[in-house]
């Protein structure tokens, strides 16, 4: 497999235009999670689904922030409008069920808002 | 959700052995201990995980107190590409299922 495929890697928009991050998970895998990371805030947890569904979604910071996976091979995190201050790196990781497996991490998407 | 304290930053020399204490004074009883590596650029990587006593591999070692309320990751003999920010996490309690990722610590590797 190869492992969790996030894109695009970097992405640079101008404020007030829609974003859409978008993320592969490692097939077989249940659990899928959004994160953003910044030097101030560090790994933040935005939202996580089980079996595509979303299950706590209370990290997402404000309604402009939206993620979907319609099924269980393709998620999006969709922010609109972006802001100069969701310039961050946001990264999607998955792992299987069960509570004491490892979770895999994608590259990352570097989000850079103007 | 059981809480995690870990040092926010250490420094060492390539060769020496490097422990990481984190505290998890709340952690629940059937909560395991996991510990990610993070490089520059790059998403955290698992790289051990325990419940108790001590766990081995081919990257770390992973030391547990019998009360749990600890663990230490230790590598042996660091290089400069060990330079990371090392992540404690114990698991939620309960029925959810969360990853979530305090500060870490930022480890640096010293020629």
């Known amino acids: 497999d190869a492992g969790v495929i996030q894109s695009p890697r970097h992405e640079v928009t101008e404020m007030g235009q829609e974003v859409t991050l978008r993320c592969k998970p490692i097939?077989?895998?249940?659990?899928l999670f959004w994160y953003r990371q910044t030097m101030m805030r560090g790994l933040e947890l935005l939202i996580y689904?089980?079996?595509?569904?979303?299950?706590?979604d209370s990290g997402m910071p404000e309604d402009r922030f939206s993620a979907k996976m319609p099924n269980a091979s393709f998620s999006t995190l969709k922010i609109q409008p972006s802001e100069p201050r969701d310039s961050a790196v946001y990264f999607c990781a998955s792992t299987t069920g069960g509570r004491y497996t490892e979770a895999f991490f994608g590259q990352g998407t570097r989000l850079t808002v103007v | 959700l059981a809480k995690t304290t870990q040092p926010i930053s250490m420094d060492s020399y390539e060769g020496q052995e490097v422990n990481i204490t984190c505290s998890h004074n709340n952690i629940a009883t059937n909560d395991y201990i996991t510990w990610y590596q993070q490089f520059p650029s790059q998403g955290p990587r698992f790289i051990i995980q325990g419940y108790k006593t001590k766990v081995t591999n081919e990257v770390a070692s992973l030391f547990i107190p019998a009360d749990r309320k600890s663990s230490t990751l230790s590598l042996p003999r660091v290089s400069l590409s060990d330079t990371a920010v090392y992540y404690c996490?114990?698991?939620?309690?309960?029925?959810?299922?969360?990853?979530?990722f305090g500060s870490g610590t930022q480890l640096t590797v010293l020629p």
């Open positions: 996490l114990p698991p939620s309690g309960g029925s959810a299922r969360q990853l979530t």
């Open positions: 097939s077989g895998h249940d659990y």
């Open positions: 689904f089980n079996n595509n569904v979303p299950i706590d």
